[in-house]
């Protein structure tokens, strides 16, 4: 799953944690915890402002709303 997620990343600007989940077809809850891991690794990292404003109607999970970039390469 993690290869995946890297893959995914690299192809992207970045990705919100639904999109990421979608995408390799896991459960977003999995998935956090495989970005937690990449993070600490200093593979990826938190972007801001890549997402349009929120309406604050508190539907989505606010960990879906953080957007994630590869930056291993950088």
């Known amino acids: 799953m993690l290869k995946q997620i890297q893959d ?5 600007k970045g990705a919100c944690l639904a999109d990421i989940a979608n995408h390799i077809g ?3 809850q999995a998935v956090s915890g495989m970005l937690d ?3 600490k690794k200093r593979r990826i990292r938190q972007i801001q402002n890549m997402m349009p404003k929120c309406g604050g109607c508190t539907h989505c999970v606010p ?3 953080i957007v994630w970039e590869w930056c291993a390469d950088h």
């Open 8 to 12: 995914f990343l690299k192809s992207r």
């Open 26 to 28: 896991a459960d977003p």
């Open 37 to 39: 891991v990449l993070a």
């Open 63 to 65: 960990q879906s709303l």
